[in-house]
T-cell receptor, first 117, second 116 residues
Framework: AQKVTQAQTEISVVEKEDVTLDCVYETRDTTYYLFWYKQPPSGELVFLIRRNSFDEQNEISGRYSWNFQKSTSSFNFTITASQVVDSAVYFCALSPRSGGGYQKVTFGIGTKLQVIP | DTGVSQNPRHKITKRGQNVTFRCDPISEHNRLYWYRQTLGQGPEFLTYFQNEAQLEKSRLLSDRFSAERPKGSFSTLEIQRTEQGDSAMYLC??????????????FGPGTRLTVL
């Protein structure tokens, strides 16, 4: 069984503040993928990142950075200098690695981020 | 360059009626997925196709639900005898699988179903 826990249901920050969204996962699979998706008010899920379970190197993309720690089963997401356009629901997700890629993705409940101008 | 499209975007129906949704994946994507998202929750996997073959179905997909992808291109999701608990956003995603590389699942805008 797979499970993704996002303990923060809602976060509010003032523009330009840094914010970290927490994600803890459970899986029995030895190889798997972790993801973050963004769902703005328009509703369409936007892919942000995929991380392989064997690659614990942290990643930075512009104002976004991700911290993967296998020892604590966590995959946290930090937005630096937040902007109003970052306001959305963010989902952490998990999928077992299967053959060529992945299929069934298990999502967390989501963290609603509100950036106040 | 067009993304995944879904029709209709909104559907309101009365309990007991049948509804059908359509998903058009990104051109040349050979995998297609259906997810359901209820209010305040994350998406839940329902089923997926590789070309025209339906390879996995979730336990969430009761006998009232049927999905098809007859020619390996667009897909339809039908719900028979709708119940109020079926009210949700139905999301479609597609991806391209070609060993050794593969692409991410890209999601459509969803069809929001309201059962009265």
């Amino acid at each position: 069984a797979q499970k993704v826990t996002q303990a923060q249901t809602e976060i509010s920050v003032v523009e330009k503040e840094d914010v970290t969204l927490d994600c803890v996962y459970e899986t029995r699979d030895t190889t798997y993928y972790l993801f973050w998706y963004k769902q703005p008010p328009s509703g369409e899920l936007v892919f942000l990142i995929r991380r392989n379970s064997f690659d614990e190197q942290n990643e930075i993309s512009g104002r976004y950075s991700w911290n993967f720690q296998k020892s604590t089963s966590s995959f946290n997401f930090t937005i630096t200098a937040s902007q109003v356009v970052d306001s959305a629901v963010y989902f952490c997700a998990l999928s077992p690695r299967s053959g060529g890629g992945y299929q069934k993705v298990t999502f967390g409940i989501g963290t609603k981020l509100q950036v106040i101008p | 360059d067009t993304g995944v499209s879904q029709n209709p975007r909104h559907k309101i129906t009365k309990r007991g009626q049948n509804v059908t949704f359509r998903c058009d994946p990104i051109s040349e994507h050979n995998r297609l997925y259906w997810y359901r998202q209820t209010l305040g929750q994350g998406p839940e996997f329902l089923t997926y196709f590789q070309n025209e073959a339906q390879l996995e179905k979730s336990r969430l997909l009761s006998d009232r639900f049927s999905a098809e992808r007859p020619k390996g291109s667009f897909s339809t999701l039908e719900i028979q005898r709708t119940e109020q608990g079926d009210s949700a956003m139905y999301l479609c995603a597609s991806s391209f699988l070609s060993a050794p590389s593969y692409n991410e699942q890209f999601f459509g805008p969803g069809t929001r179903l309201t059962v009265l």
